[in-house]
């Protein structure tokens, strides 16, 4: 019914840059909150940043002042600009989205596939 799509990991240096893309599509009357969420190796799935549809954003302390989700509501997608990248961001990031589909008043949750982001030098 709804798909999220996400790209723009892979292997980069510590102090180096990515921006991952996460595309939603499918049956989708509108999105509400938007969010990405990383599970590194032997770690428990944790939130990364979040954003409403208004454009609040909130992040997890381990990332303030370094990374930066953003949104289009046009085309239904979510970024996440990552700046001095640490060894310690190395995990799979998940992207999600509270979707409200055509005719229904309650939103449910979608998410991507991961994408593999490796911090190494």
């Known amino acids: 019914q709804v798909q999220l799509v996400e790209s723009g990991g892979g292997l980069v240096q510590p102090g180096g840059s990515l921006r991952l893309s996460c595309a939603a599509s499918?049956?989708?009357?509108?999105?509400?909150?938007m969010g990405w969420y990383r599970q590194g190796p032997g770690k428990q799935r944790e939130l990364v940043a979040g954003?409403?549809?208004?454009?609040?954003?909130n992040y997890a302390d381990s990332v303030k002042g370094r990374f930066t989700i953003s949104r289009d509501n046009a085309k239904n997608t979510v970024y996440l600009q990552m700046n001095s990248l640490k060894p310690e961001d190395t995990a799979v990031y998940y992207c999600?989205?509270?979707?409200?589909?055509?005719?229904?008043?309650?939103?449910?949750?979608?998410w991507g596939q991961g994408t593999q982001v490796t911090v190494s030098s």
């Open positions: 499918g049956r989708i009357f509108s999105i509400n909150d």
């Open positions: 954003i409403t549809r208004g454009g609040s954003a």
């Open positions: 999600n989205a509270d979707v409200i589909a055509p005719g229904r008043t309650r939103a449910y949750r979608y």
